[in-house]
């Protein structure tokens, strides 16, 4: 079993940044893919980025590629989201997702374990 808790959002002005963060539990988190998803209100859950296990490739949704970057830390147990020039359509609930089987997809099917989720809020 893998925990994951992310960090707290927040409520953050359009072109603002913010940083999240995603703590894993478990020993195993160095050999698993990490995705980042998000869900705003009434919509589907939606990919954002995702970071192989050791770091080589990362991927990114179309609508925040030069915006945001997916990094994470296997010492730390730890997986990063930085966003910035963000804009009141990043408003959402950010989910931390890791992927056991390392498909490397963009699909929330791909993914085993999952946080609880974040609020982040982009004010215009």
């Known amino acids: 079993q893998v925990q994951l808790v992310e960090s707290r959002g927040g409520l953050v002005q359009a072109g603002g940044s913010l940083a999240l963060s995603c703590a894993a539990s478990?020993?195993?988190?160095?050999?698993?893919?990490m995705g980042w998803f998000r869900q705003a209100p009434g919509k589907e859950r939606d990919f954002v980025a995702a970071?192989?296990?050791?770091?080589?490739?990362?991927y990114y949704a179309d609508s925040v590629k030069g915006r945001i970057s997916i990094s994470r830390d296997n010492a730390k147990n730890t997986v990063y989201l930085r966003m910035n020039s963000l804009k009141p359509e990043d408003t959402a609930v950010y989910y931390c997702a890791a992927d056991s089987f390392n498909r490397g997809g963009v699909g929330m099917h791909e993914y085993d374990y999952w946080g609880q989720g974040t609020q982040v809020t982009v004010s215009s």
């Open positions: 970071i192989s296990w050791n770091s080589r490739n990362v």
């Open positions: 478990g020993r195993t988190f160095s050999s698993y893919t």
